[in-house]
């Protein structure tokens, strides 16, 4: 999991693959989740559930801008 504080390390030379964590740009809004392809479907995976998944359709404007490998956890001091 990624928490609020983290830092998160975005490669843009990795190729995205089915459930990779991508740093994303969905109709103008950034977004990351957890990219999603099976079945000719692509969609957006919310690892939180008080966010809804984000199905890509025909009609999506959507980009990927990168891929995160790794996070690095900020502990409190």
């Given at each position: 999991?990624?928490?609020?504080?983290?830092?998160?390390?975005?490669?843009?030379?990795?190729?995205?693959?089915?459930?990779?964590?991508?740093?994303?740009l969905v109709n103008g809004e950034f977004t990351m989740k957890r990219l999603r392809m099976r079945r000719g479907r692509v969609w957006l995976e919310a690892e939180n559930p008080n966010y809804p998944d984000i199905p890509i359709t025909e009609g999506t404007e959507f980009e990927i801008w990168g891929v995160v490998p790794k996070a690095v956890r900020m502990l409190a001091s």
């Open positions: 999991g990624i928490f609020d504080g983290d830092i998160c390390v975005v490669d843009r030379s990795l190729k995205p693959v089915d459930r990779s964590i991508v740093v994303a």
